[in-house]
């Protein structure tokens, strides 16, 4: 693939909205079962002809319908973070991108923040030494608006929605953990399904995660300690200022050297990832269902375990 990168926008919710923006004239067309405004209801009635990938942003129960019939006509795929499915069909939509030469990339655009990239530098650098402890929050406030949805508020709630960017975050800073997590806490405090979360893993490194719906100020918090210092960020660009700190450890105990970066700036991560996943299509890659497999299979041991140990 050469040139422009003809895409199709499926679901013309808040993130297809977003995407439809970010792709500029490359997105030719939009599909959309309810939106008047779309240019089609079903992305069957799509000519082939006119498209080369789509950007699928609609609820998760159709995902893998939607990406059986993209794949399987050799399109390439931006779908929504999480792609929620058995096994099964999450082996069969790999086998069909490579069949058909079709890259299926599942995006996780907090990997293009651009202090979650200098926390990952930061790690392989080796200038931590031994990494002890990663503690991650990241809340918001749409509980109302989760529970106002006829498919939001339903299933195991905070912890596929939050959980997989948080998973997922583990996974592009430390490369997947040795131990497996487990739920320390579950709360419905407002909604059917769940609306606050606390993962743990017992590591090398000791990793706590925390997600809420219930944070009225949108934020984001990582403290990783490790042997010769420490890393801190607070806050994302999209609700910054959002700062990145180093502490170079002092012995045998002081005030340790400190650096910061603070960035006062729009979210650079939709078109930073529209940009990778082009470059993907470019080069003919296969995407990432490879992390889908690894995080469905977390995610679904984690909610059968909340929801056993947290009945409604």
């Known amino acids: 693939m050469t040139g422009e990168l003809r895409t199709i926008v499926v679901g013309l919710g808040i993130q297809g909205v977003k995407r439809r923006k970010v792709a500029g004239p490359e997105a030719v067309a939009s599909v959309d079962p309810v939106r008047p405004k779309a240019d089609y209801k079903r992305v069957q009635d799509v000519p082939l002809a006119r498209y080369d990938a789509a950007l699928v942003c609609t609820p998760d129960g159709v995902k893998v319908e939607l990406l059986e019939h993209l794949l399987g006509h050799g399109k390439h795929v931006l779908v929504e973070k999480p792609l929620v499915a058995d096994e099964a069909a999450l082996l069969h939509l790999r086998g069909l991108a490579a069949e058909h030469g079709a890259v299926c990339y599942t995006a996780y655009n907090h990997r293009f923040e651009p ?3 200098r926390m990952r ?6 200038e931590a030494g031994r990494l002890y402890r990663l503690r991650m929050f990241y809340g918001n406030g749409t ?3 989760v529970r106002g949805s006829p498919w939001r508020d339903q299933g195991a709630g905070v912890l596929p929605d939050l959980g997989s960017h948080l998973l997922d975050t583990v996974a592009f800073w430390l490369g997947r953990p040795p131990a497996p997590f487990e739920v320390r806490e579950a709360h419905r405090f407002e909604n059917a399904a ?12 000791v990793i706590e995660l925390e997600m809420s719906l219930l944070s009225w100020r949108n934020h984001f918090t990582a403290d990783l300690f490790a042997e010769r210092g420490s890393a801190h960020i607070e806050s994302l660009c999209k609700w910054g200022p959002a700062s990145f700190c180093t502490r170079t450890r002092v012995l045998p105990s002081g005030r340790p050297p400190e650096e910061r970066i603070t960035l006062a700036q729009d979210d650079p991560t939709w078109a930073l990832e529209w940009a990778h996943f082009k470059q993907l299509c470019r080069e003919g890659r296969g995407g990432n269902i490879d992390n889908d497999l690894w995080l469905n299979r977390a995610l679904c041991r984690l909610a059968e375990d909340a929801q056993e140990d947290h009945p409604a």
């Open 143 to 145: 509980a109302r608006e």
């Open 194 to 205: 769940f609306d606050h979360v606390v993962l743990f893993s017992a590591g090398p490194p």
């Open 121 to 126: 530098d930061w790690i392989a650098s080796g």
């Open 115 to 117: 202090h979650f990239v």
